[in-house]
Structure formats: structure tokens, C-alpha cells
């Protein structure tokens, strides 16, 4: 790799970041597959991410399948479906959500919104890239090793995970952790670039209190994926020696098929325990971004002004401490002292405030908005809405006395993929309709959009609100069949049905537009520069889609905050952050903290 | 919307610093950077540790649970990590000297720090030096010690002195801490090789990731190498006199 030779372009503004140092890539090679610039790294990160996603896509039909028409596919075996539902979960939740959100968004917006060149560490953000790709492979193995892949369900809860009942026993298990492991090694070279970048590189004037949203919500979930993915590493070391060298950290003493097996004297529940202190902070990696975005996605397209700005800095940062004091409400079955349910139940509770903030900060900016019904704005009303319902259920959920009986049912599938699924994904659609004109300078095919949006969003209703109910009705979760179950009554089939046929429809919508994302990279209509006429300096840049340095010769310098629409007295109906301040005109807000 | 805070253009806030909270806030909020004038890379040391804190207190944490959680008595570490010396038993004694040439590394190691923001090479090779040998003699013990246990019996899965989560626990904490020291020892190496050619003086760019070093990389190998330290702190304390 040390092919990249460093710059010999002297028009960068070395004076104003001694340490940036950016390389000329000097064949494909270097410029496209061992790329140190962060926004061909946010490319590789969102087409890997992508590509697995649509493996776990697949699964999910698989599995509709089988509980819709049971008895219906043969070639679905009970253990088949336990496989599916654990590459399913761990896919979508590590392999797409994080990835696509840090590595994907994270890389291409970061250094381009706060006005710097590269990321920080261009090498360790490749490696990071090349690190994650390893860790895809390694998961996606295990779907062609001896046994398959492990159907030990997401959470991978020992002892069952490694005992010889379960499928993937002998190599699923092993692969899947140490692709975890790997995993969190690249993640850990990237969160660090994207950290330090926001912390030391920002433009001139980019104070942290003038950052879009996104970036704050980016920031904060890489500091929480920081702190809370080591526990995952450590649970993955400890289940893997526990598998491979026969340890006893999470095994019990433990008798199998009759036989007493050499395990003896570890704490299942100490993997549980760590499991959530990294699974809890996981929700909100993912949510924290989708925030940050939805914001822009919203100011922009209302051209209004952020409603409470500082608020949404505080909320998120409020949101992130506290999602490291809530992982218990997870495991309000797992037989803990009554006295930790009082108190995770009350720092969940407690989520909801700033959360809620949050939803009232996003209406009140819609409020008597100039609001564009372009598809970044429908996601972006789509996911206030999807929000605002898994959020009122994951009040059920915390409170333990409505957990105990909803627990393990398909009221839990709904809860969180309405809040944890549906909701960032549709921002993750609303985010790749307004950026796609900036990476690549041609609009998507806004008719194939609209019809993408629609079914997606009705489509994901149709499937997830009769679940609620099912769960209601105590379907449990997790099951292949339901067989003869006397209290669960006949019409449960029929609902079954109906949601499997809704999430084909859903799941075929997603390739249309994975498709119009081809199509419309080659054969897409051209975009302006600026077209949704967005303040925020990635839009400023000096060529769409930018360059390898990303800014002119001169990096921007900022004078407001991103949220200067519709300021009475202005020409335009917004002001890009760089752009000086008028003679005439008032010292720029800064959202600052008065001093 | 008025009133102007403060320095909003980024150039140097003309008016002194308020002092206090108020002043920690606007600092790090100010533009460009949060830390004024730190290396990226030593930001960048200062959040992996921070990191790299949250494994090993969590290994620790572990550890803890099951050494309370397994039903077999935990063996006695003054017998176990006893040594023979002349016929006599004494209880911890690699063990002293292990964490004693630790800690000496600490020290040979700031002098280094020292003598790099002196421009002084020689001084500060000699001390880089020093500081990967005492490390590589950690490990060397470590791994004396490792094989003592080894031939006594003691197995990740199964220990003839008591719980088999001791056996485990320990080679997978130390382990885990060896493979941070011998991580260290080799970007010491690296860096005393930098140092020596004067890398750092002539500009001159690194193999991999082709950028110009400084001489405060070595004040960034050092908060790693004190942090390596202060982490077999806690391990000795938890394992050996617990």
C-alpha cells in the first residue's frame, strides 16, 4: 500500500491543517479498491453492507414463509428456521445498521460537513474497510460449512449456543464469533478516525455547536459503539473459548442427552449481562445517526430552521449516557434481584424524555414549515411516525409488570423492529434520495422513489401492527410452527397469512429500488449543484459529486450555523454556512453557549 | 441573536478566557479543534484507551463473576504462584520482580518523552531501548511463569488446585495483557529504529500510511505504554493478592 504517494498539488491550505497530509492515488487500484479516500471507503462500506443486507432480506422472506404457510415448504426444517432467524438479526443489526450508518454515512458525511479534506487516519480507515469486508466473509461462510450456520438466535445466549442440539454447533458458532471479533477490530480503526476527525479537523468557524445534526449524531453513536462494542469483544472471546478450549465462563454445570458434560461453575447470566451492556448502547448506534439525519432531512426540505437546536445537541448526548444505565430491561426473565427491575425499569422510563423532546423538536420544525413533499421529507415523516410507535411500545416493554407476560412474544418482533428496523431504515432511504444528487450528480428516478416509498412504508404497517397483536394473543416468537396451541385461536393462521404476503410485497419493493440505485447511477436524470438548496457545506463543495480533497483550494470557512432557511431579509430562502455575513446583517447565530 | 459569544471566525479569541466551567465549554466547543494543539494521534491514543479501559475492566469484571459463581474453592495464590529459590518457598517472588520491571519501564519510558522533546536522539534511543528490553523481559517472565503452571497441570479447562475458571481466567487476562506489552515492544522497536535514523528530523514519510512523523509520537507510545502498565496494576492486585 505504499503506492499512495503523497500530494504534489500545492494548492491545499497545508497552513490551516498541518497534520493533513492527503495522497494522490496513482492507478484504479489505489483510487478504487485500496482507496484511502473516505468517501470511496463510505462507498465500499454502504455496497458491502447492502449486499449482505440483502442476504438477511432473503432469510426474512424464508422465514415469513414458513409461519405464514407452515407444512407448506419442505425444504425449511426446523433448524433451517432457527439459522435464519439468527443470520437475520445479527446481519441487519451489525452487518448493515452499523456499518451502513458509521462506516457508510459516517465516512462520506463527516469530513465533507465539517469542511475537511480526508478523514483523519486515511490508512486506518482503509484497513477498517478491508477489516469489515473479512468479517462479512467470515459470516457469510458459514452458510456453506459442515452443520451450517448457528441458530443460536441473535443474542447467542450460552449455554444452548454452544451445545450440540443447537444447529452450527461445530463451525457456525466459531465462525460467527470470530467474524464479531473481527467485526469490532475494524469497527474500532474506523469509530476512532470518525471521533478524532469531529473532535481536531473541523473548518474554521465550525464550532461544535454550529455541526449539523447529523454529524452530532454520528459523533455520539461512534463514542457509544466505542464503549460498548469491548463488552461484546469480551463476551465473544470468553463464548469462544468456552466452545474451543472448554472453559466454563458462561457454562454451569450441564447435563446433555443424559450425559454430565465437563462444564461446571460458570454464570449464564454474566453473558446475558454483557451481552445488553453492549446490545442496549447498540440500539442507539443505530438511532442516534437516524436522528442526526432526519433533522437535516427535515430543516432542509421545510426550509425552516431546526426548532431547538441546542435541545437536539443535549437530547442526543442525554440519550447516549443513558442508554448505558438501561441494559437489564432486557432480561427482566432472566431471573435477577425484583430490586435491578425497579431501577432499569426507571432509567428506561427516563429515555423517553429526551426522546421525546426530540419527536416534539422535529413536529414543531414541521410546524408551518414550507414543507416539500420530496421523498427524503416523506421518510422523513415516515419515521417520525414509525418512531413515535415503537417508542410508545417500548414504554410497555420497559415497565416490568407488562413485560413479564409480552415477553418472547411476536409483541417483542414488532416492538423493535418498528423501532430499531423500519424506523432507521427508512431514514437510511430518505438519506440516500437527498444525498444521492451529491455523490453521484444524478437525481434517482423520483417515479420508481415514490412507489419505493409507499410500499415500504404501508407495506411495513401491514406487516408489523397485526404482529403487536399476535402478541397480544401470546404467539410466541421464535417458534417454526405453532402446532395445536389451545389458547391460541384459528384466526392467528389467517393473520399469519396476510403478514407474510405483505412483507413479499415489502421485500420486492426494496429491489425496485436497489435497481433504480444501478439504473439511476448510469442513466440517471443529471443534477444541478445544490439542488435541494441545503446550507450544509457538503453541498458547497467546488465540483458534484466532490473530488479527492473534497474542498477547492481553500477549505470553507463557516460564519453561521446549518440552519440558516427562509431568514427573513435574506436574498435566498437559505444561507449556505459559509458564506460571509452581510454588512447590514447581525451577527450570524451560533447556537453557541452564552458565555 | 445579537450578541456575539465568542470568537466566531476562528481566529484567536481576542478577550481572555472566562475561566470556569463556562471556559471548558467554550474551549472545547471553539472551532477547528476541541484540543488545541494536540497531535491528532495522541487524541486518537487517548480515546482507544479509554476504549481499551472498558476490555479490561470488563475482563476483570468477568473474572470476578466467576471466581463468585464457581461452586469450587479458588486456589490459594500465595501457593500457586509460589517459587522455589534455593530450596526455600516464596510466595509471589517472579511475581514482584515481573511488576517491578514493569514499573521500571514506566520510568525509562517518560525519560524518553523527556529526551524526545529535547531533540536529544541518542538519549532517547537509548531509553526507547530500554524500555522494549524490560517490556520483552516481562513477557520473557511471563512466560516462564505460564509454563510453570502448564507443567503443573493447569489447564484453561481444568487445574489440579481448585477451580478450573482459575486457570482459564488467568491465562486469558494475562494473555490478553502479554499480547498489549509485546504489541508495545515491537512499536518501541520501531520507533527507537525511527528515532535512530532521525525519521523524524528529515521529515521522512512512514511505509505504510506515508505521513511525516514527529517527535510526539513518542509521547503517544508512551500514554499507551503507561496505560499497559497501570493495567497489570490492577491484574496483579486481582489475581495475585486477592
Known amino acids: ?595 | 441573536m445579537a450578541q456575539t459569544p465568542y470568537s466566531q471566525t476562528g481566529e484567536s479569541s481576542p478577550q481572555p478566557s472566562p475561566g470556569g466551567m463556562t471556559g471548558i465549554l467554550r474551549d472545547w466547543a471553539s472551532d477547528r479543534q476541541t484540543f488545541r494543539q494536540v497531535p491528532w494521534g495522541k487524541v486518537m491514543m487517548w480515546v482507544f484507551l479509554l476504549s481499551d479501559t472498558f476490555i479490561f475492566g470488563i475482563f476483570l469484571l468477568a473474572y470476578m463473576t466467576v471466581r463468585s459463581s464457581t461452586p469450587v474453592p479458588w486456589p490459594n495464590p500465595s501457593e500457586v504462584f509460589a517459587l522455589e529459590v534455593a530450596g526455600q518457598t516464596l510466595p509471589l517472588f517472579l511475581i514482584a520482580i515481573m511488576t517491578f520491571v514493569l514499573i521500571s519501564s514506566s520510568g525509562t519510558m517518560a525519560l524518553a518523552v523527556r529526551f524526545a522533546y529535547a531533540r536529544d536522539r541518542r538519549n532517547t534511543a537509548l531509553l526507547l531501548l530500554a524500555t522494549a528490553l524490560l517490556g520483552a523481559t516481562f513477557v520473557g517472565m511471563q512466560a516462564f511463569e505460564w509454563s510453570k503452571l502448564i507443567a503443573e497441570g493447569v489447564r484453561p479447562w481444568a487445574n489440579p488446585f481448585g477451580a478450573p475458571q482459575f486457570g482459564s481466567s488467568f491465562f486469558m487476562i494475562t494473555g490478553f495483557h502479554g499480547f498489549h506489552v509485546s504489541v508495545g515492544v515491537l512499536f518501541l522497536l520501531i520507533i527507537t529504529r525511527k528515532v535512530l535514523r532521525g525519521d523524524f528530523d528529515l521529515e521522512r514519510r512512514g511505509f505504510f500510511t506515508s505521513r511525516k512523523g514527529s517527535y510526539e509520537q513518542i509521547e503517544t507510545m508512551g500514554l499507551y505504554w503507561h496505560f499497559v502498565d497501570l493495567v497489570w496494576v490492577f491484574i496483579f492486585a486481582f489475581f495475585y493478592l486477592w
Open chain 1, 1 to 595: 500500500m505504499a503506492k499512495a504517494t503523497p500530494t504534489d498539488i500545492d494548492d491545499l491550505e497545508t497552513a490551516d491543517l498541518p497534520e493533513m497530509d492527503l495522497y494522490h492515488p496513482k492507478s484504479f487500484l489505489t483510487k478504487w479498491v485500496f482507496s484511502q479516500d473516505a468517501k470511496v471507503i463510505a462507498l465500499q462500506y454502504a455496497t458491502t453492507a447492502t449486499l449482505i443486507g440483502l442476504v438477511a432480506l432473503v432469510l426474512s422472506w424464508l422465514m415469513r414463509l414458513q409461519l405464514g404457510f407452515p407444512d407448506s415448504f419442505d425444504f425449511i426444517a426446523p433448524t433451517d428456521y432457527y439459522q435464519y432467524i439468527t443470520m437475520h438479526g445479527m446481519i441487519m443489526v451489525i452487518y448493515l445498521l452499523t456499518a451502513l450508518f458509521l462506516g457508510g454515512f459516517g465516512n462520506y458525511l463527516i469530513p465533507l460537513m465539517i469542511g475537511a479534506r480526508d478523514m483523519v487516519f486515511p490508512y486506518m480507515n482503509m484497513l477498517s474497510y478491508w477489516i469489515y469486508l473479512a468479517a462479512v466473509l467470515l459470516l457469510a461462510a458459514t452458510f456453506f460449512v459442515p452443520g451450517g450456520p448457528t441458530g443460536a438466535g441473535w443474542t447467542l445466549y450460552p449455554p444452548q449456543a454452544i451445545l450440540s442440539g443447537t444447529p452450527g454447533r461445530e463451525w457456525g458458532i466459531v465462525l460467527m464469533l470470530a467474524s464479531l471479533a473481527l467485526f469490532i477490530v475494524g469497527f474500532t480503526m474506523g469509530g476512532l478516525n470518525y471521533v478524532i476527525t469531529v473532535l481536531q479537523a473541523r473548518a474554521r468557524g465550525m464550532t461544535l455547536m454550529r455541526m449539523p445534526l447529523t454529524i452530532w449524531g454520528i459523533f455520539v453513536a461512534t463514542i457509544l459503539a466505542l464503549l460498548a462494542f469491548p463488552s461484546l469483544f469480551v463476551s465473544v472471546i470468553m463464548l469462544l473459548f468456552d466452545r474451543l478450549l472448554n472453559t466454563s465462563f458462561f457454562m454451569p454445570h450441564i447435563i446433555e442427552f443424559g450425559e454430565k458434560l465437563q462444564y461446571g461453575g460458570g454464570s449464564p447470566i454474566l453473558f446475558q449481562h454483557l451481552f445488553w451492556f453492549f446490545g442496549h448502547p447498540e440500539v442507539y448506534i443505530v438511532a442516534v445517526p437516524a436522528f442526526g439525519i432526519v433533522s437535516d432531512l427535515i430543516a432542509t426540505h421545510a426550509r425552516k430552521n431546526i426548532f431547538g437546536y441546542r435541545m437536539m445537541v443535549w437530547a442526543i448526548l442525554i440519550i447516549g449516557l443513558l442508554s448505558f444505565v438501561v441494559w437489564a430491561h432486557h432480561m427482566y426473565v432472566s431471573g435477577m434481584n425484583p430490586y435491578f427491575g425497579f431501577f432499569f425499569a426507571t432509567s428506561t422510563l427516563i429515555i423517553a424524555v429526551p426522546t421525546a423532546i426530540k419527536v416534539y423538536n422535529w413536529v414543531l420544525t414541521l410546524w408551518r414549515g414550507n414543507i416539500h413533499l420530496s421523498l427524503p421529507m416523506l421518510f422523513a415523516i415516515g419515521f417520525i411516525i414509525t418512531f413515535i410507535n415503537g417508542g410508545i411500545t417500548g414504554l410497555f416493554l420497559g415497565n416490568v409488570i407488562v413485560d413479564v407476560p409480552l415477553s418472547d412474544t411476536m409483541f417483542v418482533v414488532a416492538h423493535f423492529h418498528m423501532v430499531m428496523g423500519v424506523a432507521p431504515i427508512l431514514v437510511v432511504f430518505g438519506a440516500i434520495y437527498h444525498w444521492f444528487p451529491l455523490i453521484t450528480g444524478r437525481w434517482l428516478n423520483q417515479t420508481l422513489g415514490h412507489l419505493h416509498f409507499w410500499i415500504t412504508f404501508v407495506g411495513a404497517y401491514a406487516i408489523y401492527f397485526p404482529m403487536h397483536y399476535l402478541g397480544f394473543m401470546g404467539v410466541p416468537r421464535r417458534y417454526y410452527s405453532l402446532g395445536e396451541t389451545a389458547f391460541i385461536p384459528d384466526s392467528v393462521a389467517d393473520l399469519n397469512k396476510f403478514i407474510t404476503l405483505a412483507a413479499l410485497v415489502v421485500g420486492a419493493a426494496q429491489i425496485v429500488f436497489i435497481f433504480n440505485l444501478i439504473y439511476s447511477i448510469f442513466w440517471g436524470r443529471k443534477a444541478e449543484r445544490n439542488p435541494w438548496k441545503a446550507t450544509t457545506l457538503e453541498w458547497q463543495t467546488e465540483t458534484m459529486p466532490p473530488r479527492h480533497g473534497n474542498f477547492g483550494p481553500q477549505l470553507p470557512r463557516v460564519y453561521r450555523w446549518a440552519y440558516d432557511y427562509s431568514v427573513p431579509g435574506a436574498k435566498d430562502d437559505f444561507i449556505p454556512q459559509n458564506q460571509p455575513p452581510a454588512p447590514d446583517e447581525e451577527a450570524a447565530p451560533t447556537g453557541a453557549p452564552p458565555s
